[in-house]
Nanobody
Framework: QVRLVESGGGTVQPGGSHRLSCAAS????????MGWYRQAPGSQRELVAQVVSIGNPTYGDSVKGRFTISFGDKDTIFLQMNSLKPEDTAVYYC??????????WGQGTQVTVSE
């Protein structure tokens, strides 16, 4: 079992920056994939960014050049979001897939981009 704890949601003005974090704990063995997905009301969940513990990151087309995913200490990832737009408003979910090939999800954190 893997547990994901997200933090950092909030309200940001358009053009602003914000950072999300997600800490994984439990049965974790490398390599694994961690990432962020988001879901806006009435829309499907979409990939924001993901990174393999031993590889390069992948980004969704709508966030390339604005968002950066990175690893911190102790199986933690960050999502640095710059030049935020109202259409970035969504619930952001941390994801994890490891040795058992199961998909684990965090509880979700709301990011709202508004004046």
């Amino acid at each position: 079992q893997v547990r994901l704890v997200e933090s950092g949601g909030g309200t940001v003005q358009p053009g602003g920056s914000h950072r999300l974090s997600c800490a994984a704990s439990g049965e974790i063995y490398r390599p694994y994939v961690m990432g962020w997905y988001r879901q806006a009301p009435g829309s499907q969940r979409e990939l924001v960014a993901q990174v393999v513990s031993i590889g390069n990151p992948t980004y969704g087309d709508s966030v390339k050049g604005r968002f950066t995913i990175s690893f911190g200490d102790k199986d933690t990832i960050f999502l640095q979001m710059n030049s935020l737009k109202p259409e970035d408003t969504a619930v952001y979910y941390c994801s994890f897939k490891g040795w058992d090939n199961r998909d684990y999800w965090g509880q979700g954190t709301q990011v709202t981009v508004s004046e």
